[in-house]
């Protein structure tokens, strides 16, 4: 099984970033649940003045069921079409924040989508500040009450290689969300740099 160690130092909050940008399009939320996708996705379409989405509650809306009920009504694979389609629908929009399944970036079709029109965010989380999040919820239909770590763990081995294809790689810890999105913002503020100079401005945030 791949090493991915457990955090043991919590990072203080950065300074303030001095770079205000535009993203030049959609960001998306990729990671495992408990990783913060919908509290961080939510803080940092406010910073950005954009708009925010959960693919999941989409996909839930147009289906008419739960993510976990969706392929046993509907029949194998239905849950990946359901992702595709509804993630294909808002990437089609304006730019915005899209929080995604933990699942949506495994499906190949789904993962060369968001890779080609969006900027996507991987939020990596180690087991122990997963299971400090999931741990006794009953809304995480993927897990099983007292078997979260063995679950997590072989999600940790068999989607984390796949995540890493992600534009931009954030560690986060059981911190404040705000602690967080100042990182993510610093982390995607390179990347456009680098990617997109025309929408990196120079000014106070």
């Not at 304006?94 to 060369?112: D, H, R, W």
């Not at 080609?116 to 939020?123: M, N, R, T, Y």
């Not at 993510?184 to 680098?194: D, L, R």
Request: proline share 5%.
């Amino acid at each position: 099984m791949a090493d991915y160690p457990e955090s043991s130092i919590v990072p203080t909050r950065p300074a303030t970033p001095l770079v205000s940008f535009m993203p030049p399009k959609s960001v998306v939320l990729i990671g495992l649940m408990g990783c913060g996708k919908t509290s961080i996705g939510k803080k940092l379409a406010k910073r950005f003045d954009l708009s925010f989405c959960d693919s999941d509650q989409e996909v839930e809306e147009a289906s008419g069921c739960s993510i976990g009920d969706i392929n046993s009504i509907f029949g194998e694979g239905a849950l990946e079409s359901g992702e595709y389609k509804v993630i294909s629908r808002l990437l089609n929009q304006p730019v915005q924040v899209i929080a995604t399944g933990c699942l949506s970036f495994t499906y190949e079709k789904t993962k060369n989508l968001i890779k080609e029109k969006s900027i996507s965010v991987w939020l990596k989380a180690d087991i122990k500040t997963l299971l400090l999040r999931v741990t006794g919820r009953k809304d995480r239909p993927l897990l099983e009450a007292g078997k979260e770590e063995e679950i997590l763990l072989k999600m940790i081995e068999q989607y984390y290689p796949t995540f890493e294809e992600a534009n931009v790689c954030i560690q986060t810890y059981d911190e404040p969300a705000n602690v967080t999105v100042d990182r993510v913002i610093i982390a995607m503020s390179e990347f456009i740099k680098s990617r997109y100079p025309d929408y990196h401005v120079l000014k106070s945030v």
